[in-house]
Nanobody, 127 residues
Framework: QVQLVESGGGLVQAGGSLRLSCVAS????????MGWFRQAPGKEREFAAA????????TYADSVKGRFTISRDNAKNTVYLQMNSLKPEDTAVYYCAASVSYCSGSGCYFPSIYGYWGQGTQITVSS
């Protein structure tokens, strides 16, 4: 069982930056693929970024590529999402997720492969 707790959400102006953190419980954090998803009001949950257990193969949705960076610190059981050049359309609840399966590229896009989810943290980007 893995428990995930996100932090770092808030209100930011367009063009600003935020960094989300997600701390995982358990001793096998480095074996999990970690992902960040987001869900805007009235929309389906969508993939933002993912990273393999070793941190060697990050994957990004086209909508965030070049602006967001996912990273992890396995010694701290933590995955991060650095978000730069934020846009109003980035406004959403952001969720951290963990998968026991390895994925790469578009294989990481599907929420169904992630068995563990955090409670979410709200990001609001004002124009």
């Amino acid at each position: 069982q893995v428990q995930l707790v996100e932090s770092g959400g808030g209100l930011v102006q367009a063009g600003g930056s935020l960094r989300l953190s997600c701390v995982a419980s358990g001793r096998t954090f480095s074996s999990y693929t970690m992902g960040w998803f987001r869900q805007a009001p009235g929309k389906e949950r969508e993939f933002a970024a993912a990273i393999t257990g070793s941190g060697s193969r990050p994957t990004y949705a086209d909508s965030v590529k070049g602006r967001f960076t996912i990273s992890r610190d396995n010694a701290k059981n933590t995955v991060y999402l650095q978000m730069n050049s934020l846009k109003p359309e980035d406004t959403a609840v952001y969720y951290c997720a963990a998968s026991v399966s390895y994925c790469s590229g578009s294989g990481c896009y599907f929420p169904s492969i992630y068995g563990y989810w955090g409670q979410g943290t709200q990001i609001t980007v004002s124009s």
